[in-house]
């Protein structure tokens, strides 16, 4: 019925941490795989702890080289051999206690996609409000929230038939911005399937930062995906969400970005030149240019600034 996917990459202590959380919860006798991007780790100690007696039908599949973490997704997809198929990390904070009733809805109502948690706690509880678990229409939820919260790789369940309706090889046209399963969210949205919330949030990011050593990218990533959107409000929407619905917040995220960016000594100019053509509206555009003159200010103002938000609290 359903099968979780690990994907990992040198990180024994977390992905301990994560078989620990399996092994005692009612998900430990379902198939479950390791999908190790070819790190230095020497995984198989850390299998014989767990398997057979504490997940039966655990297995570990290395690469021979590190293929990268968004084709790491897209080889998990394409090994998915149950019904449904529900790709995790080594290092997010699970509530599997809730999972009880699980298999028995998939088994029950076949949605395509079964949303079980968000990037953040807050933002599952307070959007989707999810007391009873029905099947929906994709484009009859709170659209710019549903695929924001998709866009973080364990939220969902995905049922395995669905990828013979999606164009697969568009994971691998996506921008270099860890969102290669965007392509499955559009063809969620342009074919409205059904999709289904869970009543509690399963999973969530271990920090609701992003990696801000390259958060620009990251923010320019997520727009450039959302843009191919074909629906265009859609589109919008999401954006709009992802920053807050708030240009105030579009501000202090995009900035700070710049701020650990500059920080870690980069120089993040040509993201913002970037930044400034793609993003949809003047309004953005107009504040990604301020925040292209403060790039240009000279070094010592420049980390002043830095010095001086982050006393101030902008993360």
Request: aromatic fraction near 12%; charged fraction near 20%.
């Amino acid at each position: 019925m359903l099968e979780i996917i690990i994907i990992t990459y040198n990180r024994k202590t977390e992905l301990k941490n994560t078989l620990e959380h399996l092994s005692n919860s009612c998900l430990r006798n379902l198939k479950i795989t390791i999908l190790d991007n070819d790190s230095a780790i020497n995984y198989a100690d850390l299998i014989t702890q767990f398997s057979p007696k504490k997940l039966p039908y655990l297995n570990l599949i290395k690469h021979k080289y590190n293929i990268g973490a968004g084709p790491n997704f897209l080889r998990a997809c394409e090994l998915a051999e149950s019904e449904y198929f529900w790709i995790i990390a080594d290092d997010d904070e699970y509530n599997f206690d809730k999972a009880q009733d699980l298999l028995l809805f998939l088994e029950k109502e076949k949605p395509d996609i079964h949303l079980v948690g968000s990037p953040i706690m807050k933002d599952f509880k307070s959007t989707f409000r999810a007391k009873k678990m029905t099947v929906h229409k994709a484009r009859t939820i709170n659209e710019q929230a549903l695929g924001y919260a998709l866009t973080f790789i364990p939220s969902s369940i995905i049922k395995t038939a669905i990828l013979k309706k999606v164009n697969f090889i568009n994971g691998y046209h996506s921008p270099s911005s860890l969102f290669h399963q965007i392509f499955i969210i559009f063809e969620m949205y342009n074919q409205n399937w059904n999709v289904s919330i869970h009543h509690s949030c399963l999973i969530q990011r271990t920090d609701e930062e992003v990696d801000m050593y390259h958060a620009l990218n990251h923010v320019n990533g997520f727009i450039s995906s959302f843009k191919q959107v074909k629906d265009k409000e859609i589109a919008l929407q999401s954006i709009n969400f992802y920053f807050g619905n708030s240009w105030f917040k579009y501000l202090k995220k995009t900035l700070g970005a710049i701020l650990k960016e500059r920080a870690n000594g980069k120089k993040p100019i040509f993201n913002m030149i970037e930044n400034i053509y793609i993003v949809p509206t003047m309004k953005y555009k107009l504040l990604s240019s301020l925040i292209l003159i403060f790039c240009l200010t000279p070094k010592f103002l420049a980390q002043h600034l830095i010095n001086y938000a982050i006393q101030r609290g902008i993360r």
